[in-house]
């Protein structure tokens, strides 16, 4: 059974400071893994997907990696904002879809 | 478009109470799933469909129904709510299965008392 976990439960960090997030997975056989962004009381919004072929995709500031074979991502955010404060959740896609429980950012200005 | 939309928004049910919480999406998705999240934890996915008229488990399908009758619409049916029914419900779609990008509706909080 696929498990996924991140590491930390919670961050805070001040405004200009780049950071990773981290996610790790038991089962490397996966389709792809998927970044989103949750905010209170929203749902969610996909940040990045990687497909398991892939090594790392970017969007703007965001930089995720996978590494399939020590089931391994980071989510790393360059110069955050305040604006970055969330609830960022992985999932991993295999037979069916597993998220991580998450980790809640704070950017402090 | 829409994306993916849900009713209702928020719904109190007493224990027994069935009720069906809808989900929409208008562009034409073949794979469509629900989700509950409570506090702690990550999303468990209740049950999904790779199209009309194909629905399969998830990883916590008990006192939950689903069909799929249309692309459009994935209703999930509560037959006799009980309090550990209580959490935040999402539906997702997406075009496939295995390579394509999930989108989320805004969520359904239900409160079972």
């Known amino acids: 059974k696929q498990e996924v976990t991140q590491i930390p439960a919670a961050l805070s960090v001040p405004e200009g400071e780049n950071l990773v997030l981290n996610c790790s997975f038991t089962?490397?056989?996966?389709?792809?893994l998927q970044w989103f962004r949750q905010d209170p009381g929203k749902g969610l919004t996909s940040l990045l997907l990687?497909?398991?072929?892939?090594r790392e995709q970017t969007s703007g500031r965001l930089n995720a990696s996978l590494d399939k074979s020590s089931g391994r991502s980071t989510l790393y955010i360059a110069a955050s904002q305040p604006g970055d404060s969330a609830t960022y959740l992985c999932a991993v896609r295999g037979n069916d879809m597993r998220f991580g429980a998450g980790t809640r950012l704070t950017v402090k200005p | 478009n829409a994306g993916v939309t849900q009713t209702p928004k928020f719904q109190v049910l007493k224990t027994g109470q069935s009720m069906t919480l809808q989900c929409a999406q208008d562009m034409n998705h073949e794979y469509m799933s629900w989700y509950r999240q409570d506090p702690g934890m990550g999303l468990r996915l209740i049950h999904y469909?790779?199209?009309?008229?194909?629905?399969d488990q998830g990883e916590v399908p008990n006192g939950y129904n689903v069909s799929r009758s249309t692309t459009e619409d994935f209703p999930l049916r509560l037959l006799s709510a009980a309090p550990s029914q209580t959490s935040v419900y999402f539906c997702?779609?997406?075009?496939?299965?295995?390579?394509?990008?999930?989108?989320f509706g805004p969520g359904t909080r239900l409160l079972v008392l």
């Open positions: 469909s790779v199209g009309a008229g194909i629905t």
């Open positions: 997702a779609s997406s075009p496939g299965l295995a390579q394509e990008t999930q989108y």
């Open positions: 990687i497909q398991s072929s892939q």
């Open positions: 089962d490397s056989a996966i389709y792809n």
